[in-house]
């Protein structure tokens, strides 16, 4: 506010604790001097974009990751005000740091960085990126959320449900008997897990490279009561999709390595060649021939909810 040519600012100050612990620290002697100031820089400019662009340039200091430069994006806050009108007592959380308030129901707060991670292995197919929180908000960014200010604010619930679902069978108990060298890379394999959701969708209804619609799915998968016999069964392909990878001949002098083995692209060709033999199979295991006729039955989709892969490579 500008009174009498005098500028007052009020509200918060964003990455400034070394100058404010300064003044601090020099408080008492400055209150003595006659003539004291403090040096500012102050921007009135009305395009948001080139804002950003500056706040961007002027970054020099590395406690400000792009995470945080991208959380008052207008797309990301396009999702948060969507999001939050579609699940009232939901949170759409953008800020590192930031809690939702008490009055909201937790099982429905959502992290943007954990978004970025979902939308990573589910739409562009890239679990093994998913763990790189600067590639999301820096490389991959545009690729992610250009076209996604309208981001149906289902398909966030839809993902979001679905990786609580996958991070249950992560605990300490390994309900799903896990490779322990999965188990190990808790920071990369859940994504993959996600990842393989989406293809067995594709298998069941005949689909070869597309995308399901995540609401879409889970909305299926809730409705026949498959959530949890689907989550099973893809964290299990993954688990095959590695031991069969262990197996293969390796080159002289080389040994199997999983943590190299679940950052490549190779991995994800095994993990739906796991899928695809896991539902060839089925009908041949002890009662799968009935699951696999409700599997069948129950998760059909419209080919209208596939699409191509988001571009992030």
């Given at each position: ?7 007052t ?59 945080d ?7 990301v ?59 999301i ?45 999965l ?10 897990h ?71 692209k190779?991995?994800?060709a ?19 021939s009935e ?6 039955a ?16």
């Amino acid at each position: 506010m500008i009174t009498d040519g005098r500028l007052t600012a009020r509200g918060n100050v964003v990455n400034g604790c070394q100058s404010l612990n300064t003044i601090l620290s020099c408080s008492e002697r400055v209150k003595q001097l006659n003539h004291a100031y403090v040096m500012f820089r102050f921007y009135e400019i009305p395009e948001r974009e080139r804002a950003d662009r500056i706040s961007i340039s002027t970054n020099s200091q590395s406690a400000v990751k792009p995470r945080d430069l991208r959380s008052n994006d207008r797309r990301v806050l396009t999702i948060k005000r969507t999001y939050e009108q579609k699940y009232s007592k939901g949170y759409f959380v953008t800020k590192r740091g930031e809690e939702a308030p008490a009055d909201r129901d937790q099982s429905h707060v959502v992290d943007l960085l954990e978004l970025g991670k979902c939308l990573m292995a589910w739409h562009s197919q890239r679990p093994n990126v998913s763990h790189s929180e600067n590639k999301i908000f820096d490389k991959h960014f545009e690729q992610l959320f250009r076209r996604n200010s309208e981001y149906a604010p289902e398909n966030v619930h839809a993902l979001h449900e679905w990786m609580k679902e996958v991070k249950k069978r992560w605990e300490k108990s390994n309900p799903l008997s896990l490779n322990e060298s999965l188990l190990a890379m808790r920071a990369y394999a859940p994504y993959h897990h996600l990842y393989a959701v989406s293809p067995c969708f594709c298998q069941v209804n005949g689909i070869g490279q597309g995308v399901p619609n995540p609401a879409a799915t889970f909305r299926k998968a809730s409705e026949a009561d498959f959530v949890s016999q689907l989550v099973n069964s893809a964290g299990t392909c993954l688990n095959s999709a590695l031991e069969a990878a262990a197996n293969e001949p390796q080159p002289a002098n080389r040994v199997f390595s999983p943590q190299n083995w679940i950052k490549t692209k190779s991995c994800l060709a095994g993990i739906r060649q796991a899928i695809a033999q896991y539902f060839n199979m089925l009908p041949a295991m002890p009662g799968g021939s009935e699951l696999n006729q409700q599997l069948r039955a129950a998760l059909q989709m419209e080919a209208v909810q596939f699409e191509d892969r988001w571009a992030a490579d």
